[in-house]
């Protein structure tokens, strides 16, 4: 910038006879130069916007998760809610049938 500056500084003259030649190249480059900008970056553009509207959802769906409470989980397990014990030990040297006639229900 403080290259162009002292351009124009140094050829004042030029820019006070044609002032209106110098505005129009200044426009004319000027917006080239956005347009050709603007048309390589319109993917990057693009992108990002839409990342932003991804992360606005996810912050909406995270609000929403904490706005709602969560069900707790039983403490009562459903699975193995009875047991079946003998009232004495096992042993190998007990026959079969006696086995099963000392299980009981608690």
Same mark, same amino acid.
């Given at each position: 910038m403080h290259d162009l500056i002292a351009f124009i500084g140094n050829n004042a003259e030029?820019? !006070?006879? $044609?002032p209106t030649a110098f505005a129009t190249f200044a426009v004319l480059f000027g917006g080239g130069g956005f347009a050709v900008g603007r048309y390589f970056l319109a993917e990057?553009?693009?992108?990002?916007?839409?990342? &932003?509207?991804? /992360?606005?959802?996810? !912050? &909406? #769906?995270? /609000?929403a998760k904490q706005a709602r409470p969560e069900? #707790?989980?039983?403490?009562?397990? &459903? &699975?193995?809610?009875?047991?079946?014990?003998?009232? #004495?030990?096992?042993?190998?040297? $007990?026959?079969?049938?006696q086995r099963r006639e000392s299980l009981h229900v608690r």
């Open positions: 030029l820019v !006070i006879a $044609q990057r553009i693009a992108n990002l916007e839409s990342r &932003i509207s991804r /992360r606005d959802d996810e !912050i &909406i #769906e995270l /609000r069900r #707790e989980s039983s403490m009562i397990p &459903i &699975i193995g809610t009875s047991e079946f014990l003998p009232s #004495e030990p096992v042993t190998s040297r $007990q026959p079969v049938a």
